[in-house]
């Protein structure tokens, strides 16, 4: 596989981060100020993709709300239930997790899992308008005194604020979608090899987390996932239905996670969104192939 084949598959670009960065141990300095930066670049173009005027439909309130009470409702619940299993230090990483809205690369899986991308594209915008007044709160009622306000607030403004407001721009100069999706790809890998370098020791030295996270991972991310498609299967919903409401139900994003994790406490907080990761990066592999051989 050449270089550029590389650069274009997300699921190649997660798995170098992650081994380069359990075996080099990440950045020797300034791993908060690269995570962050790398994660603005991330969400700027990954919001770059979201055109909330052509998917503004009264029809899609509705899906909006079901998008917000399966991420923001079961699936946060979920998390939560699963996270009050483990010591403070890593119970703060899943309350981070609970807090975050989707991945926005909710967006663009649903139009290759042949789902209802408009929808989608509404669904995610109102999700993260929504994260904005829920994040610090749900974080500050579940952590309280630990997590400094001043911090939180300002890396909520450097992380979604910010690159809400520049992808607009990028929006209008129309970037090729090859070169940004492999830009996009490279931000996560150097993100993901700056967190699982901060926590290399936690890998090698404790493996029962390593155990315990991937277990709760699983269930956290299959089994809310699959667990949503046979209910709605079952309900009568079509496939294109299906499919955004199946990822709003099983992503969440753990790039911004991990980061917040980073910048607000120890590395070691970031463990459950790490290892989270490299299970949904599975996940979308399964997702993918999942509907492509279901017909409705």
């Given at each position: ?16 981060g ?7 141990g ?11 930066a ?6 700027t ?21 079901v998008?917000l ?18 010591p ?54 579940m ?21 809400m ?7 209008r ?10 830009t ?13 370098g ?11 987390i ?9 269930v ?28 709003f139900?099983s ?25 989270c990761i ?5 996940w ?13």
């Open positions: 596989m050449g270089a550029t084949r590389v650069l274009e598959s997300y699921s190649a670009m997660m798995v170098i992650l081994a380069l960065g359990v075996i080099l990440g950045f020797p300095i300034l791993t908060k100020e690269l995570s962050m790398s994660l603005a670049i991330l969400m173009l990954s919001l770059s993709n979201v055109r909330l005027g052509e998917a503004r439909n009264r029809d899609h309130a509705k899906d909006a709300v998008a009470l399966l991420n923001y409702g079961m699936l946060t619940v979920v998390i939560l239930l699963l996270g009050s299993m483990f403070e230090d890593l119970w703060w990483g899943w309350v981070l997790m609970a807090a975050a809205p989707s991945a926005v690369s909710v967006v663009p899986f649903t139009t290759i899992m042949g789902g209802r991308t408009s929808k989608a594209l509404f669904s995610t915008s109102v999700n993260y308008v929504v994260a904005l007044g829920l994040m610090p709160l749900m974080t500050l009622a952590i309280g005194s630990a997590v400094s306000v001043e911090s939180l607030v300002t890396s909520l403004l450097l992380l979604i604020v910010l690159p407001a520049v992808s607009r721009l990028v929006t100069a129309e970037l090729d979608k090859r070169t940004k999706s492999m996009m790809n490279l931000m996560f890998a150097i993100l993901i090899f700056a967190v699982a901060s926590n290399r020791e936690a890998f090698f030295s404790e493996p029962w390593v155990l315990a996270v991937s277990g709760a991972s699983i956290r991310t299959f089994g809310t996932g699959l667990g949503t498609e046979f209910f709605l299967r079952w309900r009568g919903a079509p496939k294109e239905e299906r499919i955004p409401q199946v990822l139900a992503y969440k994003n753990l790039g911004l996670t991990a980061t917040l994790a980073i910048a607000l406490f120890e590395p070691i907080v970031a463990v459950p969104a790490t290892i490299v299970f949904e990066v599975v979308i592999i399964f997702a993918v192939r999942f509907y492509q051989r279901t017909v409705k």
